[in-house]
């Protein structure tokens, strides 16, 4: 659905002003009175009256053409390109010029709701999902989430494919929100969003800084941990109030870099001190519990999403609602039924020897919770893990997840997990080497479905299985192309049963 395609509308010479003014305009083509009613990058996304947006590393001057062809009446690029007879917008930034221009042509929507943006190496896809259940317990209408797992903004109901979706998109879900109605939103903020300027002009009534560890480290994404950092950080720029977890590394940086930008700032985590104070953790049946303290009450509270780790994520969250001003009931009821689908998910076979645990974990700290964690509420299965590393990205992984899991693992199955453009493998031999460095036993099986075919139905049983990286995704990266396939939820499904309907595994030879 395009939003508002009758209400937002502007003269081409209203950009082009706008591109002056931020010092992004190079040069433009004659265009007289030509009217913009949409603004896009993508050619699956085209209406009359188009803007159209030259972006991307794999971008080819056959999508302009296809573009002009489909309702685009101008283009915005950081090139000129040939044989199209739409104006031309020549910019020196084209990421910034798309922010900017969607800022505009929206009409800034985010002001219009409650905002909550949420950054962190790992665990905001939980945190937003229990910020949106304790905001569905207390809010008369649903709270709209833009996560790693999905969309929904009061007109879309999408699976995701981006953490924080590009600018255009972003502000078009802002509107979508504010037109059906809704009053809130929650979004995770990637590094790469804040790095490019896809949240440019977003003041997020509470911002979060969760977490910080040594990830998309990689010539196309952060060149070291200091720019990733930085980038996190940026997130209190445009904020009103700044949640800081005072329990993780860098944790003094991060507070005190939201104090210099000058939002109110609350703290979370175990120090008494905190704003946000945590305590009293204990495991109960399937619950965990724990006590809460903060300048207005002091309530216990439970979650039953598996993990311990999973304490910090509701923390954030408490922390997020107590700066909203909701109420503890609201709080303890959200939390009590909070779920994130493809994160820490358990499924078990009929005889209960085989449990297998789907989760998103594909970094060192996620790995490393996830690891920690089955330790203490699977202290007597043995762990079987399938998990592998993307193509072209995140080199790091593949030698800290290879580690972890080798260490901790009775056996690791290396496999797919969206090698893009790299081979496959060239990315198991490197996890295969780390593996071995740690004296891990490990096999390679590229296809993802027989992989956790094999780790369920082979090899035994008393084990619990973690099958990370994807979650519910339904697409593989392959090449350029992303590929439907079934998620690792599905493959569990199917083959728990198969293992139920067998007598015994067999034993991987």
């Known amino acids: 659905m395009h939003p508002g395609a009758s209400r937002y509308c502007h003269n081409l010479s209203a950009f082009l002003s706008l591109f002056e003014a931020e010092g992004l305009l190079c040069a433009q083509d004659p265009s007289d009175q030509v009217i913009i009613r949409h603004l896009s990058f993508d050619t699956r996304d085209l209406m009359d009256k188009t803007l159209f947006f030259c972006k991307g590393a794999h971008f080819k001057p056959e999508y302009l053409r296809m573009a002009a062809e489909n309702g685009a009446v101008a283009y915005v690029s950081e090139v000129r390109y040939e044989d199209v007879s739409i104006p031309a917008v020549l910019v020196s930034d084209i990421r910034r010029a798309m922010s900017v221009a969607a800022l505009f042509h929206y ?61 255009i998109p972003l502000q078009q879900h802002f509107v979508n929100a504010y037109e059906s109605g809704l009053t809130h939103l929650v979004m995770e903020v990637s590094s790469q969003a804040l790095k490019y300027g896809r949240v440019d002009g977003v003041c997020f009534d509470v911002a979060c800084f969760h977490n910080i560890g040594t990830d998309h480290i990689s010539p196309v994404e952060h060149p070291d941990f200091e720019d990733y950092f930085a980038s996190k950080l940026k997130i209190f720029n445009a904020c009103r109030v700044g949640c800081v977890n005072t329990d993780v ?48 009450f002091a309530e216990e509270f439970a979650i039953t999403m598996p993990g311990l780790f999973n304490v910090q994520n509701a923390l954030c969250a408490i922390a997020v609602c107590t700066a909203l ?62 998990f592998g590393c993307p193509g072209g990205k995140a080199y790091l992984r593949r030698k800290d997840l290879g580690e972890l899991s080798g260490r901790h693992s009775s056996l690791v199955i290396v496999t797919e997990e969206d090698s893009g453009e790299e081979p496959f493998s060239q990315i198991a031999a490197d996890i295969a080497a780390s593996i071995e460095a740690e004296g891990g036993r490990y096999f390679i099986c590229e296809d993802r479905g027989e992989a956790i075919r094999r780790a369920i139905c082979e090899n035994g049983s008393d084990k619990i299985i973690l099958i990370t990286g994807k979650g519910r995704e339904t697409r593989q990266k392959r090449g350029t192309l992303y590929m439907d396939t079934p998620s690792d939820v599905d493959y569990v499904e199917r083959y728990l049963a198969e293992y139920d309907d067998s007598t015994v595994g067999v034993v991987l030879g």
Not at 264 to 293: M, N
């Open 107 to 167: 009409e800034q929507p985010a002001e219009k709701l409650k905002t909550v943006g949420i950054t962190g190496t790992k665990g905001k896809s939980t945190t937003a999902y229990y910020v949106k259940a304790i905001l569905d317990a207390a809010l008369s209408s649903e709270c709209a989430i833009l996560s790693s797992i999905d969309n929904f903004d009061g007109v879309i109901r999408e699976e995701a494919h981006l953490t924080t979706p590009e600018a």
């Open 325 to 386: 001003g909701i109420p503890p009931q609201a709080i303890r009821e959200g939390l009590a039924i909070a779920r994130a689908a493809g994160r820490m998910e358990v499924f078990t076979s009929r005889d209960s020897r085989v449990i297998a645990l789907v989760d998103y974990a594909h970094n060192r700290m996620s790995f490393g919770a996830l690891y920690d964690s089955v330790a203490k509420e699977y202290p007597d299965k043995t762990v079987i893990t399938v």
């Open 249 to 296: 590394a860098y944790a003094d940086r991060a507070l005190q870099y939201a104090k210099t930008a000058g939002c109110r700032v609350l703290t979370y985590g175990s120090h008494p001190e905190d704003d946000i104070y945590c305590s009293s953790v204990k495991k109960d049946g399937e619950a965990i519990r724990f006590t809460v303290t903060t300048a207005s």
